[in-house]
């Protein structure tokens, strides 16, 4: 069984702060990780995913993650954080090779940015 | 580029009433089409996915049906509508069915009054 945790519900940091969002996952084969961003009332953005290779992932806007095999981790990180940044933040882990495109959402992280 | 639309954008409906919700694709044949339900504040859950025309599987049973009438498009209904079915509705497609990597709607917000 795949699953997700995000352990934060909400974060809240000032502009220009750097910022990190926890991601812990559960599963035992290989798999997918990836990032997505929710701005309110709108679809999910992906952000980035982690397959193979390089831990450190660079995304879109400035968001790079890492992949911990040993932490099961995969957290998303901004070094200087806009205003436009605040939005909720889905971990999402799909094992390779299954069920078509199934993506496991964690329970969402919203990140509150204080102009 | 890829585009996806959906529509309605927003509905407004009365338990026990119908339901159409439609999502299509542009500018890439063949995509792998899932749907996503969201509670309002809450995660993702996958509802259904196709690939290929005429082909849909069922993840979670909601008393809702999809159906794949082209290869354009994916659609999300009901006959008679719960309240539990409110909710943002997501449409995605991917580029290949292994990649964990979907490109999303903008969604349909649906409330069942």
């Known amino acids: 069984t795949q699953t997700v945790s995000q352990s934060d519900a909400h974060v809240t940091v000032f502009e220009g702060d750097s910022v990190e969002l926890r991601c812990n996952y559960s599963?035992?084969?290989?798999?997918?990780l990836s990032w997505y961003i929710q701005h309110h009332g709108r679809g999910l953005q992906f952000l980035l995913k982690?397959?193979?290779?390089?831990?450190v992932v660079q995304g879109v806007n400035g968001f790079e993650a890492e992949f911990s095999k040993s932490d099961s981790s995969f957290h998303l990180r901004k070094a200087s954080v806009h205003w436009s940044d605040s939005a909720v933040y889905f971990c999402?882990?799909?094992?390779?090779?299954?069920?078509?495109?199934?993506?496991?959402f964690g329970a969402g992280t919203q990140l509150i940015v204080i102009p | 580029a890829q585009t996806i639309h959906q529509w309605p954008v927003a509905e407004i409906k009365a338990v026990g009433s119908p339901l159409s919700l439609g999502c299509t694709i542009k500018?890439?044949?063949?995509?792998?089409l899932y749907w996503y339900w969201q509670a309002t504040g809450g995660t993702l859950q996958q509802l259904f996915y196709?690939?290929?025309?005429?082909?849909v599987e069922s993840v979670v049973q909601l008393n809702l049906s999809a159906s794949r009438p082209k290869d354009d498009q994916f659609i999300l209904s009901t006959e008679k509508l719960l309240l539990s079915h409110s909710g943002f509705y997501l449409c995605?497609?991917?580029?290949?069915?292994?990649?964990?990597?979907?490109?999303f709607g903008e969604g349909s917000k649906l409330t069942v009054l």
């Open positions: 995605a497609w991917s580029l290949d069915e292994d990649t964990g990597q979907l490109y």
């Open positions: 599963y035992g084969g290989s798999i997918y």
């Open positions: 982690y397959y193979s290779g390089n831990p």
């Open positions: 196709s690939i290929t025309v005429g082909q």
């Open positions: 999402a882990v799909s094992a390779r090779g299954s069920a078509l495109g199934r993506l496991h």
């Open positions: 500018g890439k044949s063949s995509p792998n």
